[in-house]
């Protein structure tokens, strides 16, 4: 079972940047589709952006598509998440998140994160 550290986040005003890392140990992510999930206060936990094993292919939702990039570094174990035009909705926890599979179907990620708060002040 790999292990997930999310790091990154904090309080940023609305049209800041945050960039978001995580951390894997245990094994290695590099055959791994990884991705990030969000669960804003009295919401369900949403899909936010994946990235293929071999970085060839990016998924966004469509509420973060051109302001949030998702990034790898296989020689790192590490996946990243660069959010950008930050906006108030955006407020949530931030879930990095694993999945032995080569698809971007949420319910493909196994493993997850304990989660980095990110709060977008207006």
């Not at 469509?62 to 990034?71: E, L, N, P, Q, W």
């Not at 990243?80 to 955006?90: A, C, G, V």
Request: aromatic content about 10%; some cysteine; overall charge neutral.
């Amino acid at each position: 079972q790999v292990q997930l550290e999310e790091a990154g986040g904090g309080l940023v005003q609305a049209g800041g940047s945050l960039s978001l890392s995580c951390a894997a140990s245990g094994r290695s992510i590099s055959r791994s589709t990884m991705g990030w999930f969000r669960q804003g206060p009295g919401k369900e936990r949403e899909f936010v952006a994946a990235i293929m094993w071999d970085a060839r292919a990016g998924h966004y939702a469509d509420s973060v598509a051109g302001r949030f990039t998702i990034s790898r570094d296989n020689a790192k174990n590490s996946v990243y998440l660069q959010m950008n035009r930050l906006k108030p909705e955006d407020t949530a926890v931030y879930y990095c998140a694993a999945s032995q599979w080569t698809t971007f179907e949420p319910d493909s990620f196994d493993s997850w994160g304990r989660g980095t708060q990110v709060t977008v002040s207006s």
